[in-house]
């Protein structure tokens, strides 16, 4: 019955979420610091996502939303767009991560460490941290170079996912978690301990102060303009997931997800394959971890633990592996869910505790829920929605359209050579 | 000087090492019957430390644990830990792992590790409230050494540790070898369904696996609070990992395999503790001991994957 109801359920109405926008948009503007509403402008991109109307409209709304009402209602406010610039850069995360995840079914745990990778290559650079290894007082570089640096960021992370791939993919399924997470936890200590014999990355004190991107003499350390960065490599990054995943290499590392022998037995190289899709969703975490250290003008290892791996993996698993939409969505909500909602209702608690209602022990803050939250989500999705929240669609190839189609007249493929060749035999 | 200290550091690898071995046992009990990794092991081994701690902690405060014989104290808090954690393991398998049976091989791995993030922070969240702390101080219940030799001493405790890790594998080898359960469980790691038809019912014998490998980590636990002091919610990941690496270097499913495993993997990381800092100019100290580990781990999975003692196996389409 549900589910009957569900596929007569064609959509949205368009001007449902027209004015969801528009109310929310409107609140925002005249209530500043309203929560509420700043979560309904941007759970108005999944409205929109589920609106009936052709997509074309849904991409204009969308870029609407994204790139001009929200800059123009929040973009005072320092706060929102931190938030929205912090989701934007889990979102493109979990679009990475779900190549890896979510096209070739590679199960990797390890994922901060190219994220690491990517900061550190900025970080090292950008600071007076490279003179520790480098000759010639070249360094500090300025804020401009922080453009070439993503280029930079992208293709260190390509190589270590390379690196790490090469020995790594060779053991598969529940062995490559383990593997990739061993993996990630040594970069991790690896990183965190680097301060001698070399000092490269300053070890457990981190580097600091990591210069803001410069374009044409203007400083983008605020959170606005790192939005727009962070929107930048987004759509950056959606199309090149987009294209990925309907291109020959996507549909080799679906083939691989479903079924590596039979995969290969097709004819795929299974390594080459596999690290194709290491390096390609390292090489987004690296892009995204030169955003972040710029952004966060410091690092150190403590940004880069097996939690952030498992945060990763819970928004790409909760959305819906393979999903793109899906991912965003799940991000979206996993960030929101940290950054927000558990620090709303930390705060919350802690009103009540001042004014003497409760007695709140501090390990008890809500702030510090992440553990419980991640593990209860992982395991009501694995039970309940192994596929997420919303699916990836299985691309149906209707057998009649091939048959109908106008290259079908005669036999396909291999088997048209055949008839061909029997047919000259006869003659 | 560096020879000197290879006694000593050679018997704090074998304490170490006894109790990856315990650990493993239960990684490899539910692998060997499953293929699955049952990732929240870690964790009940965890929980196993606190609930020992908890235990003695509530003995001493009532005031019984000062009259009380050390070996009948230990004892009292492993049964009861070994109880609780058995039922612990039982239940998680019967919530978060048994209505995946037959799902892809990532789904239940997914929520094994969910349940591993869970009990982490329940666990902190319950001595949050109980004791305002997370980290806890166990009543130590063994002092004094014993001098091996004369080159090496060993603290009492760590003896203990020994040899209760000794006896635990000499009884579950025993269980598995000789008894109807064991018989079953190896009939049902060696093909459930053929075991299935000789009346033996699966479901039974996987919740005996989780039973026996959830006590044997929770006792384990016991003894490493007891072995190291202080214990906090996040101890089990770590040794988790390690405890896994000893298995896989045995020969996951192979039960002495993994008892090996753990002894070896113990000592080699003692070994790296202590030497690759003097060998390496201290360019790369005892920091990296995680590193070698982990390291090992990936060397066996690459070169010999079924591991010291396992039998290598074919993939059948």
């Known amino acids: ?427 | 000087m560096l020879l000197s200290i290879l006694p000593q550091v050679l018997v704090d690898g074998l304490t170490l090492g006894f109790m990856y071995a315990v650990v493993a046992l239960g990684y490899t009990m539910v692998y060997g019957i499953l293929e699955f990794i049952n990732f929240a092991h870690g964790e009940i081994f965890m929980v196993g430390a606190f609930v020992g701690t908890e235990v003695l902690l509530i003995t001493d405060a009532i005031g019984a644990l000062e009259g009380m014989n050390p070996y009948v104290a230990l004892f009292m808090t492993l049964i009861i830990t070994m109880i609780l954690t058995g039922a612990l393991g039982v239940g998680i398998e019967r919530l978060a792992y048994r209505p995946l049976r037959g799902a892809p091989r990532l789904v239940p791995l997914i929520s094994a590790i969910g349940v591993s993030f869970l009990l982490q922070d329940v666990v902190r969240f319950t001595e949050a409230i109980a004791r305002n702390e997370f980290y806890l101080n166990t009543p130590v219940l063994f002092s004094g050494t014993v001098s091996v030799f004369g080159i090496a001493t060993i603290p009492i405790k760590g003896l203990v540790v020994i040899i209760l890790a000794i006896v635990l594998m000499i009884a579950l080898t025993l269980f598995i070898g000789k008894t109807k359960w064991g018989i079953a469980m190896r009939a049902v790691a060696l093909d459930p369904s053929t075991a299935s038809l000789m009346t033996i019912n699966v479901d039974k014998v996987i919740m005996l696996t989780f039973l026996i490998g959830s006590s044997l980590g929770g006792a384990t636990g016991v003894l490493f609070a007891q072995n190291y002091g202080t214990i906090d919610p996040y101890i089990g990941f770590i040794l988790g990992m390690k405890a896994f690496t000893a298995a896989v270097l045995g020969g996951i499913g192979n039960l002495r395999g993994a008892m090996v495993g753990g002894v070896l993997l113990g000592m080699l990381e003692s070994l790296a503790g202590a030497y690759m800092g003097p060998l390496t100019n201290q360019a790369f100290g005892a920091e990296y001991k995680d590193v070698f580990a982990f390291s090992i781990l990936i060397l066996v999975l690459l070169f010999k994957p079924e591991g010291l003692f396992g039998e290598a196996v074919k993939e059948k389409v």
């Open chain 1, 1 to 427: 019955m549900a589910n009957l109801v569900w596929k007569s359920f064609k959509g949205i109405p368009l001007y449902v979420t027209l004015i969801w926008i528009a109310v929310f948009s409107l609140l925002l503007h005249f209530l500043d610091k309203s929560v509420l509403s700043f979560l309904g402008i941007l759970s108005s991109i999944v409205l929109l996502y589920f609106t009936n109307t052709s997509n074309k409209i849904k991409l204009a709304i969308g870029a609407l939303v994204l790139i001009v009402i929200i800059p123009l209602v929040a973009g005072e406010n320092r706060y929102y767009m931190e938030v929205a610039s912090q989701v934007g850069i889990y979102v493109a995360m979990a679009l990475g991560l779900n190549i890896v995840v979510g096209f070739a079914g590679l199960l990797d745990l390890g994922y901060v460490a190219f994220f690491a990778a990517g900061a550190y290559a900025y970080a090292i650079f950008s600071t007076s941290q490279a003179n520790e290894f480098i000759a010639g007082n070249l360094f500090p570089l300025s804020g401009d170079w922080f453009w070439p640096f993503l280029i930079v960021g992208l293709i260190v992370a390509a190589i270590f996912g390379i690196l790490l791939g090469l020995p790594v993919l060779r053991v598969k399924g529940d062995y490559l978690a383990i593997v990739t997470l061993g993996f990630g936890e040594i970069i991790r200590i690896v990183f965190n301990n680097l301060d001698k014999p070399i000092n490269i990355t300053n070890g457990p004190q981190g580097i600091t102060p990591i210069p803001a991107p410069e374009l044409f003499g203007i400083k983008m350390g605020t959170p606005f303009y790192f939005y727009f960065i962070v929107l930048f490599i987004i759509a950056f990054i959606v199309l090149a997931n987009i294209r990925f995943e309907h291109s020959r290499l996507g549909r080799a590392w679906i083939a691989i997800r479903e079924d590596e022998l039979a995969a290969q037995s097709m004819g795929i190289s299974l390594l080459n394959t596999k690290l194709a899709a290491f390096a390609t969703g390292a090489s987004f975490a690296g892009v995204v971890g030169v955003i972040f250290a710029a952004k966060q003008t410091f690092i150190d290892p403590t940004s880069f633990t097996l939690m952030e791996s498992i945060g990763i993996l819970v928004m790409v698993i909760l959305g819906g592996s393979g999903s793109i939409p899906g991912v965003i969505l799940g991000a979206a909500f996993v960030t929101l869910l940290q950054v927000q909602l558990l620090k709303e209702f930390s705060n919350f608690l802690h009103s009540l505790q001042q004014s003497g209602i409760i007695n709140l022990p501090n390990q008890l803050d809500p702030s510090k829920f992440q553990r419980l939250v991640f593990g209860i989500m992982l395991i009501f999705v694995a039970l309940y929605r192994p596929n997420g929240l919303i699916p990836a669609k299985r691309k149906t190839n209707d057998l009649g359209a091939i048959k109908s189609s106008p290259f079908s007249s005669g036999k396909l493929g291999i088997l048209s050579k055949l008839s061909q060749s029997s047919s000259t035999k006869q003659s």
